[in-house]
């Protein structure tokens, strides 16, 4: 496959002797990389399996200039292999350049989610709408300004969704499951109100003094809970989303499916969340594998 993929660019596209030696060293690479992590078959290589590879290629300190080369030349293989019909489908297909090695989203693990949604302390109000805040935000993946922006008319516990205004002024429908339900329940029913002090407000989440949260005092709490939770990784709300997704895929969620809860435009975006995964079966197996 290879040998035939050089005697291509030196016939048919005419290129130098050292730039079709280039090509061969990408190619060589990825076909090494391939086959250590079980992709060996071209059948099995797709979008996510490249950007797999390149991001192992960016944890080895390989330059953005190099990365570019590498891609480059994969999409040059992959139009090769669809041209004699050893693939059906260009697997580089409308890869974004800056995309394609994104630095992988930081997650918690199962265990690290679980001490944190029980961090808050339910006897105080605060600790009641905290763990109110972070359930949703774990349960939903949502982005923390469209959870602090969250107003009542947006939440149907009786339905189980909530409606979210996300970016580019795009629309579309979360599930809840039951102890989000439940939590946000609590919270409306016994903290809202002594928040709110009758006065009217639209906004889901208040302060103590009756205002809307903001994603700063949101961070704070955060925090907080984080340390009291034991946690060691510098805790984010963003990193709530990703390990949302993350959790999700490796359960076996659709991705598509995973795209539309997101609210991410484009599947590329997305798609960052299975190579989080696939490095986290690798480790797996060089950690507990007796050959390894």
């Not at 730039?19 to 060589?28: I, K, L, N, Q, W």
């Not at 923390?144 to 339905?159: H, I, K, T, Y």
């Not at 925090?223 to 060691?232: F, H, R, S």
Request: proline share 3%; net charge positive.
């Amino acid at each position: 496959m290879l040998r035939s993929f050089e005697d291509f660019l030196a016939v048919e596209r005419r290129l130098a002797p050292l730039t079709v030696e280039s090509y061969a060293f990408d190619v060589r690479s990825f076909l090494a990389w391939a086959q250590e992590t079980g992709a060996g078959n071209p059948l099995a290589w797709d979008r996510p399996a490249v950007a797999a590879y390149l991001g192992a290629q960016r944890r080895l300190g390989k330059s953005d200039r190099t990365l570019r080369r590498h891609l480059s030349t994969l999409r040059a293989f992959a139009r090769f292999l669809v041209q004699e019909e050893r693939v059906k489908t260009n697997f580089t297909a409308d890869m974004a350049q800056s995309a394609a090695w994104k630095r992988l989203p930081k997650t918690l693990t199962d265990d690290e989610v679980d001490r944190l949604l029980a961090a808050p302390d339910e006897k105080t109000l605060e600790g009641q709408r905290d763990g109110a805040m972070l359930e949703l935000l774990y349960a939903t993946g949502l982005r923390v300004s469209e959870l602090v922006g969250l107003g009542l008319g947006q939440v149907r516990l009786d339905a189980g969704f909530c409606l979210i205004h996300g970016k580019g002024d795009k629309t579309r429908l979360v599930p809840l499951g039951d102890v989000a339900r439940r939590r946000l329940a609590d919270y409306l029913d016994e903290v809202r109100p002594a928040f709110r002090r009758g006065r009217l407000s639209e906004h889901l989440f208040l302060t103590r003094r009756g205002g809307p949260m903001t994603r700063q005092a949101f961070w704070v709490r955060l925090k907080l809970w984080a340390k009291a939770a034991d946690i060691q990784k510098e805790v984010s709300p963003h990193m709530l989303r990703h390990s949302f997704a993350t959790h999700l895929l490796r359960r076996g969620a659709d991705l598509r499916a995973v795209q539309a809860l997101l609210g991410h435009a484009d599947i590329s975006t997305t798609e960052i969340y299975t190579q989080v995964d696939r490095d986290a079966l690798r480790d797996t197996l060089d950690r507990f594998h007796p050959r390894n």
